[in-house]
């Protein structure tokens, strides 16, 4: 029997703000930050809406979780996106401390690996969870978008 709050757990609820993000026309990409088996923030990418590049899910799931705890670093918890985290949304993740990063599809154009891009010494980071329902809904939504054009 699968433990009730385990990392496909939350990483369905990342889906649920990626899906959120589809349906606003953004591109979809979610992600909760999790502490003490409590979803303690949770977003989408908002670059669409907000006119801003810095808008990803993973920036504002940081903030509404160190809003949360009333700090700015994220000791202890752990993020769960659906795509592998930028080089941006990675350098802010290193200054937050977060302990996990948790990611369903590897981005390897843009993601953090692939631009050489480091986490923080002390982050444990896994990619794969949910890889495949994370890819297609990305794909669903670059297909859909190139048939608008």
């Given at each position: 029997m699968l433990e009730p709050y385990d990392d496909t757990y939350f990483m369905k609820k990342a889906l649920e703000e990626a899906q959120l993000a589809f349906?606003?026309?953004?591109?979809?990409?979610g992600a909760v930050v999790v502490a003490k088996n409590r979803i303690i923030g949770r977003a989408h990418n908002l670059t669409e809406r907000l006119n801003?590049?810095?808008?990803?899910?993973?920036?504002?799931a940081i903030t509404s979780a160190a809003n949360f705890l009333g700090g700015k670093y994220l000791n202890g918890c752990t993020l769960y996106v659906t795509l592998e985290p930028c080089q941006m949304c990675a350098g802010a993740l290193y200054?937050?401390?977060?302990?996990?990063?948790?990611y369903g599809a590897?981005?390897?154009e843009?993601?953090?690996k692939v631009m050489g891009t480091c986490l923080h010494?002390?982050?444990?980071?896994m990619g794969g969870i949910m890889e495949k329902e994370?890819?297609?809904?990305?794909?669903?939504?670059?297909?859909?978008?190139?048939?608008?054009?």
């Open positions: 349906e606003e026309g953004e591109v979809p990409v801003d590049v810095t808008a990803h899910a993973e920036m504002q200054w937050s401390q977060i302990s996990k990063i948790v590897p981005d390897l843009r993601g953090y010494p002390k982050t444990e980071a994370a890819s297609e809904l990305l794909k669903r939504f670059f297909v859909q978008r190139r048939n608008l054009n």
